[in-house]
């Protein structure tokens, strides 16, 4: 279960859209090259600690615990800027990343291409 | 609900690892500037019309039905590429978006940012 008694600012929590679970999706995205890295889950204190710490924290949905990016591998995750979506229910994390941001070693998490038996046009 | 009896190619419907509503989190970048529209989400037909169609298909959970990008906006997403993460529990979609992808009209979802009382670091 995400955190109780968390310290996220009431003004955010209560825009907040979380899911049956009390956690959000975050997209972390390298800030300067727009790479997108990985998408893990905040409840409000990983998101209060992510705004006030500088370094991506997440909760681990597998663990059940918050999770600070890096902790153990060292591929610290420095907080560059965080955004809300239109909907409140997702968001956007700029980070410089340490490392690779995979657990396999991979640069990004999404390193799996599936094929597109249509290229879309450009418009 | 999510289609029932989807087309998706059966070897990566093996892969997907879908929450308990059969959904997988999609994030969605442009695939030149590396901006990140928005975050939606697909079942398996939403993902096999993507990647067989050229244009991003969704899965609307506010109306319980596919919707492809753009029907009645005519802000399409051209479909360019599309990967799983490491976990097979995410898709990256990259696009070519045509006009704004956030329904207000701004170019992405992502436009409330959210103050850092700590700038991380840069490594």
């Known amino acids: 279960m995400p955190t109780a008694r968390p310290n996220l600012d009431p003004a955010i929590a209560a825009r907040l859209k979380r899911d049956p679970n009390g956690l959000v999706p975050a997209v972390v995205q390298q800030y300067d090259t727009g790479e997108v890295l990985m998408l ?3 409840d409000d204190e990983a998101l ?4 006030t710490t ?5 909760y681990s949905r597998s663990r059940g615990t918050l999770w600070v990016k ?3 591998s060292g591929h610290h995750q420095y907080v560059k800027a965080v955004s809300l979506d239109c909907d409140a229910d997702a968001l956007l994390v700029k980070v410089d990343q340490v490392g690779p941001a ?3 070693g991979e640069r990004t998490c999404f ?3 599936l094929a597109t038996t249509a290229q879309g046009e450009t418009s």
Chains 1, 2 share one sequence.
């Not at 209060?48 to 705004?51: D, I, N, V, Y």
């Not at 500088?54 to 997440?58: E, P, Q, V």
């Open 40 to 42: 893990a889950w905040m």
């Open 48 to 51: 209060h600690r992510t705004l």
């Open 54 to 58: 500088g370094r991506a924290t997440y």
């Open 70 to 72: 890096g902790e153990t």
């Open 102 to 104: 995979c657990h396999t």
């Open 111 to 113: 390193h799996n291409p």
